[in-house]
């Protein structure tokens, strides 16, 4: 990951955040397309819950490009809860694959390639803490 990189994501933050809370739910609704298996893991989650958790994946992303340690101490404790969710490692991957479609889809004419793989750096910097201690 490059400067360049973490320069690219905080650009593009703040204007796919206030986009991506106005279209609560849509990250999920990409994640059961590409991925129907994991529906049944969200079968008790509200709308409202799974637009915070979109939110809170964006935010973690974006905090941890400043503050790597504080953010990975809260992942980690977030990777204890989801040791309850009996998660594939291949989940991981279709969350990132739903992300960056999501992502791209507010973003419109915005989205780029560059763009595009730094938010795929990141996302997987961050998802690979829960993995590791979430999958055992
Ligand atoms: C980058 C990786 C991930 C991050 C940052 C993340 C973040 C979160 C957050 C913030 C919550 C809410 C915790 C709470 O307030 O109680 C949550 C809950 C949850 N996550 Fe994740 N998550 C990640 C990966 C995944 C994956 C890959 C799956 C499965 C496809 C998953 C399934 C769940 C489930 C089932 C819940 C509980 C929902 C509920 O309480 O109803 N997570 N996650």
């Keep these: ?16 955040l206030a986009r991506a809370i106005n279209n609560a739910g849509i990250l999920y609704e990409n994640l059961f397309e590409i991925a129907p298996e994991t529906k ?12 915070q958790m979109f939110v ?16 990975q101490k ?3 404790e977030l990777a204890q809860q989801h040791k309850n969710y009996n998660l594939q490692p291949e989940y991981f991957q279709h969350l990132e694959n739903s992300l ?16 595009e ?11 690979n803490v829960i993995k590791e201690i979430s999958i055992q």
């Design 117 to 127: 793989d730094a938010w795929k750096a990141y996302f997987k910097k961050v998802a």
């Design 1 to 16: 990951m490059t400067e360049q990189q973490s320069d690219l994501i905080k650009n593009s933050y703040a204007k796919f």
């Design 100 to 115: 960056i479609v999501t992502l791209k889809s507010i973003a419109e004419k915005e989205w780029n390639n560059d763009i």
């Design 56 to 71: 809170a994946i964006i935010r973690k992303i974006v905090k941890g490009i400043d503050e790597w340690d504080t953010v």
């Design 40 to 51: 049944k893991i969200f079968e008790n989650t509200s709308n409202e819950k799974k637009s």
């Design 74 to 76: 809260e992942l980690e």
